[in-house]
C-alpha cells in the first residue's frame, strides 16, 4: 500500500480568505453587480468610510487601483515630481521604488537596521543634514513598515519636520499595526496602502486606498485619480486614471470587518512560531519595542537558508523569500539608482538570509503544530 501523499502547506493562500467569509463575499459582489454602478459609486464611497473610520484620527481615505498608484497619488498630491528627490529603502517590494519613478523624482535609496529590518533612521536623519552631492533636493522620505511591523518614526518624523518635507507611511503591510498606541498611517502625512489578495486587508484582485489627515490633501487627490476631474469631464489640474471599482470596494467592506481578528490570529500564529523556536539555532524575529506587529509575514533570518527550506519543504512546509534580490541590485535599476552613505550594504546582507514562514489567519490549528514541529526539528 503507498503511504499517503503529505498535503503542503502553502506560505500564502488567499483563497482561503475568500472561503472564510465566502457567503458574505458572494452577497457583496451581487449587490454591487446589481446596482449598475461599476466604478466610483456607493460601494467605494462607503468602504472609504468605513476605512477612514477604522483608522480614526480624523482619517479621509481615497481608494484607487493599487498600492503602487497610493504612493504616486500622494506624491503628485503633493507637487512632488521631476527635480526632487525622494528617500526611501532598497529592502521592500519594488512598487515604492516603481511609484517614485512614476511621479518623475529620484529615488534615494537607504539602508535598513538588521534587527527589523526597516529604514535606518540614523541613516536617515544624517542625509537631510548632509545630502548626497550631485542629487536634486530631498522633498520627502518614505519609510516602508515592512512585515507589518512599524519603522522607528520617532526621529525620522523629527528630521523631517526640521527639514520641512513630508513623511508619507508606506503602509502596504501594516494594516493595523500600531505605534505608541497609533495605528500606522496615521503618524505621518498620509499613508498608502496596498490591498493586493495577500494583504491583511486584501481585495480579490488589484485595489489600493491611501489616506490623510489633510482634508484638503484627500480631496485634491481624490480629483488627480479621476483625471483632475473636479466637474465630470472638466480637468482641473493634470490628473491619471486610478480607480478602486466598485465589485473590489464591496468585498473589502466585507473583508474589512474581519481585519481586526485576522491580525489577532496572525500575533497567535507568531507566538506558537516563536514557542517552536525558544532555544534554537534560529530566533524568532524581533519586535519593536511600544509597537503592535500584525505580521504580514513572518520573517525568519539563517544564513543556511537554502537548507532550511528544504528541510521544511521536505515536512510539507511552504516558504517564501521577501524579497531576494534588493531593489537597487535589480537589473533595471542598478548603477543608476543613488544609494545613501551606507550603501545599502545590511540590506544586501538580508536578502541573502530572510525566509517567510507561512501565515495567513486561516491557518489551523493543526497545520500550525505541523509547522511548530517542524521548526522545532532544525534544532536537531
Given amino acids: 500500500m503507498n503511504a499517503p501523499t503529505m498535503t503542503m502547506i502553502p506560505q500564502a493562500d488567499p483563497g482561503a ?21 461599476y466604478i466610483l459609486g456607493k460601494e467605494g464611497a462607503a468602504f472609504e468610510q468605513e476605512y477612514a473610520a477604522w483608522l480614526g484620527a480624523g482619517q479621509h481615505a481615497v ?14 498630491g503633493l507637487g512632488i515630481g521631476p527635480g526632487m528627490t525622494v528617500a526611501t529603502v532598497s529592502h521592500t517590494a519594488v512598487a515604492t521604488v516603481a511609484a517614485v519613478e512614476m511621479v518623475g523624482a529620484t529615488p534615494l535609496l537607504l ?75 496615521t503618524i505621518g502625512t498620509a499613508a498608502a496602502y496596498s490591498l493586493y489578495p495577500t494583504k491583511n486587508l486584501g481585495a480579490l484582485g488589484d485595489g489600493g486606498v491611501l489616506s490623510t489627515a489633510d482634508a484638503e490633501l484627500a480631496e485634491r487627490i481624490a480629483a488627480i485619480r479621476q ?21 473590489q470596494a464591496a468585498i473589502l467592506r466585507v473583508k474589512l470587518t474581519a481585519l481586526d481578528a485576522g491580525n489577532a490570529r496572525r500575533r497567535a500564529i507568531a507566538a506558537a512560531y516563536d514557542g517552536a523556536l525558544a532555544g534554537g539555532p534560529i530566533a524568532p524575529p524581533a519586535r519593536r519595542a511600544g509597537a503592535e506587529h500584525v505580521f ?31 531593489v537597487h541590485l ?38 500550525v503544530e505541523r509547522i511548530c514541529a517542524a521548526l522545532r526539528d532544525l534544532a536537531r
Fill in 17 to 37: 480568505g475568500y472561503r472564510a467569509q465566502k457567503a458574505e463575499i458572494d452577497a457583496a459582489v451581487a449587490r454591487a453587480l446589481d446596482s449598475g454602478w
Fill in 63 to 76: 481608494g484607487c487601483a493599487n498600492g503602487t498608484d497610493a504612493i504616486a497619488l500622494i506624491l503628485r
Fill in 111 to 185: 539602508d535598513i537596521d538588521p534587527d527589523t529590518y526597516t529604514m535606518d533612521a540614523d541613516e536617515l536623519v544624517s542625509v537631510l543634514e548632509d545630502p548626497p552631492p550631485g542629487l536634486p533636493p530631498i522633498k520627502a522620505v518614505i519609510p516602508v513598515h515592512i512585515y507589518g511591523q512599524a519603522c522607528d518614526l520617532g526621529p525620522m518624523l523629527e528630521a523631517t519636520m526640521a527639514a520641512g518635507i513630508p513623511l508619507i507611511e508606506d503602509c502596504a503591510q501594516c494594516h493595523g499595526a500600531t505605534l505608541g498606541g497609533r495605528k500606522l498611517g
Fill in 227 to 247: 483625471y483632475g476631474w473636479r466637474e465630470r469631464y472638466i480637468s482641473s489640474m493634470v490628473g491619471v486614471n486610478s480607480r478602486l471599482d466598485e465589485v
Fill in 296 to 326: 504580514h509575514q513572518y520573517v525568519l533570518r539563517t544564513e543556511d537558508r537554502a537548507a532550511v527550506q528544504a528541510k521544511l519543504k521536505a515536512q510539507g512546509i511552504g516558504t517564501g523569500v521577501h524579497y531576494p534580490v534588493p
Fill in 330 to 367: 535589480q537589473s533595471a535599476y542598478k548603477d543608476r539608482t543613488p544609494l545613501g552613505p551606507a550603501g545599502c550594504a545590511e540590506t544586501a546582507k538580508a536578502s541573502q538570509e530572510v525566509l517567510s514562514l507561512p501565515m495567513y489567519p486561516e491557518l489551523t490549528d493543526a497545520q
